[in-house]
Each structure stands twice: as structure tokens, then as C-alpha cells.
């Protein structure tokens, strides 16, 4: 006479085992490049620097000028300068970009 036992047909883990393995995919796929993706953006904003060129999230090019804990000062334009949110950078722009720009203009 066979009950089932533990793992039989009907066990309560095997019946779970493809929710848990949609979790697994689930966390791989979406919740961990989610937060590289964080972890990366947060270290490029504590590396901003004075002088660095940066492109704000409202697609605003322009220089770094002052620095301070939440704020940056932002040169856009000759004399131009606005204060924003250090979380507005969404990137800094690369060297070998700026010279492609200034060509461009």
C-alpha cells in the first residue's frame, strides 16, 4: 500500500515547486540587473566631479561647476548656471563624445 509518502504525487513541495521556480527566473531575470543597474548609477554619482560634462535627465549637456551633498551647479551655456538635483545627471559624458559634439556643432 502506497500513501504517497513525502514526494509522492500530490506532496505539498512538488505541488509549490513551479511557483518556486517562477520566483527564481523571476529574481534573476528582472530583481537583480534592477539593482546593478542602481548600484552602478549610484557609484557614478558619488564620482561626479568638478569639470566633469554630464547629461541631465531632461537632456540638459553641460559642465559641472560646484558640488555639494544633494546639489550640483550646472554650466550650460557661457555665464548660464543652474542649480539641480545631483539625482537629475543621468550620465557623464566621455571624452572621446566631446570631441565628436564640438565637430558636429
Known sequence: ???????????PLLQLAPFAMILI???FLLVRP????????QQMLDN?????EVVTTGGLYGKIV???DRNI???IAPKVQVRMERTSVSRVVPK???GS?????
Open 25 to 27: 527566473v523571476f529574481y
Open 34 to 41: 534592477q539593482q546593478k543597474k542602481a548600484r552602478e548609477t
Open 66 to 68: 560646484r558640488l555639494a
Open 73 to 75: 551647479v550646472l554650466e
Open 96 to 98: 572621446s563624445e566631446k
Open 101 to 105: 559634439e564640438e565637430k558636429s556643432a
Open 48 to 52: 561626479l566631479k568638478v569639470n566633469d
Open 1 to 11: 500500500m502506497n500513501d504517497g509518502g513525502a514526494l509522492g504525487p500530490n506532496s
